[in-house]
T-cell receptor
Framework: KAGVTQTPRYLIKTRGQQVTLSCSPISGHRSVSWYQQTPGQGLQFLFEYFSETQRNKGNFPGRFSGRQFSNSRSEMNVSTLELGDSALYLC???????????FGPGTRLTVT | ELKVEQNPLFLSMQEGKNYTIYCNYSTTSDRLYWYRQDPGKSLESLFVLLSNGAVKQEGRLMASLDTKARLSTLHITAAVHDLSATYFCAVDEVASGAGSYQLTFGKGTKLSVIP
């Protein structure tokens, strides 16, 4: 069974630009969550999608948005990038809340 | 606001020794997860604990959950170098009965096992 895939793996952007990250969950998983990992703040929850609906959103500004498609693939978008957005962005898929989450390899975003 | 505290944050131990990592949290959640992360890698799921008194074991690792004390432990038995990694606990803060979930992670415990 293929694991969670994320593209791109590495990205360098300039302040003020926007970026879109993609996540393909494990086949059959309808829940996709996104996390930001930084050395200072650790792992922080961004949002969770299930069947194209955002069910939860973490404490992030509106510049962070996401969506999920009918095939469960998900994208997250960050607009007007700031230096502090440099982080590892992790996507995880699951069958639901009582099941383990499987994490993708992450997208490392560097904002200069 | 849910707080999840792990201790210790850094742990250096010799091979063959036993040790415990503690995860305290501030809500009444009964769903707790443990993950492992190797340097430069993503997270690997270790255990999913879904009820008070849950205990799970895999190899040299054993995790338990005490929801009354709001405490989970990850016990390492006879450590080996391959266990060197950062271990995270995460608590689901969404109320029971809801379909959705939202994990709050601890800061992580960086474990170094010295040969």
């Amino acid at each position: 069974k293929a694991g969670v895939t994320q593209t791109p793996r590495y990205l360098i952007k300039t302040r003020g630009q926007q970026v879109t990250l993609s996540c393909s969950p494990i086949s059959g998983h309808r829940s996709v969550s996104w996390y930001q990992q930084t050395p200072g703040q650790g792992l922080q929850f961004l949002f969770e999608y299930f069947s194209e609906t955002q069910r939860n959103k973490g404490n992030f500004p509106g510049r962070f948005s996401g969506r999920q498609f009918s095939n469960s693939r998900s994208e997250m978008n960050v607009s007007t990038l700031e230096l502090g957005d440099s982080a590892l962005y992790l996507c995880a898929s699951s069958q639901g809340r009582l099941y383990e989450q499987y994490f993708g390899p992450g997208t490392r975003l560097t904002v200069t | 606001e849910l707080k999840v505290e792990q201790n210790p944050l850094f742990l250096s131990m010799q091979e063959g020794k036993n040790y415990t990592i503690y995860c305290n949290y501030s809500t009444t959640s009964d769903r707790l997860y443990w993950y492992r992360q190797d340097p430069g890698k993503s997270l690997e799921s270790l255990f999913v604990l879904l009820s008070n008194g849950a205990v799970k074991q895999e190899g040299r690792l054993m995790a338990s959950l005490d929801t009354k004390a709001r405490l989970s432990t990850l016990h390492i038995t006879a450590a080996v170098h391959d266990l060197s990694a950062t271990y995270f606990c995460a608590v689901d803060e969404v109320a029971s009965g809801a379909g959705s979930y939202q994990l709050t992670f601890g800061k992580g415990t960086k474990l170094s096992v010295i040969p």
